[in-house]
């Protein structure tokens, strides 16, 4: 199984970037999909979700800003970040998760610049 996440790097406030997460040996389709975020010291937190229906959830500090979509025929989740914030540079992590199991990606690091 492995999570492959890409589009991390340095931009500045008011910025976009775009956060993509390919998956392989999973079934992708019945995984719930989400974007975690973790700072350095700081514990893990929810950025957003979307199951396999399409129904999407936000933490409340980024929502209006990110858009959060699944591509099942590619087996890929994103993470379309807009109006980057400095608050926003963490390590962004890629989540599935069906029934008992659960898969992490290696982590995309995010920084915002002021």
């Known amino acids: 199984v492995q999570l492959q996440a890409s589009g991390g790097g340095l931009v500045q406030a008011g910025g976009s970037l775009r956060l993509s997460c390919a998956a392989s040996g999973i079934a992708f389709s019945v995984h719930y999909m989400s974007w975690f ?4 010291g700081k514990q893990r937190d929810l950025v957003a979700g979307v ?48 029934g008992r199991t659960n898969y992490w990606g290696q982590g995309t690091l995010v920084t915002v610049s002021s």
Not at 37 to 40: E, L, T
């Open 37 to 40: 975020r973790q700072g350095s």
């Open 51 to 98: 199951s396999t229906r399409g129904t999407t959830t936000y933490a409340d500090s980024v929502k209006g800003r990110f858009t959060i979509s699944r591509d099942n025929a590619k087996n890929t989740v994103y993470l379309e970040m807009n109006s980057l914030k400095p608050e926003d540079t963490n390590v962004y992590y890629c989540h599935a998760t069906f």
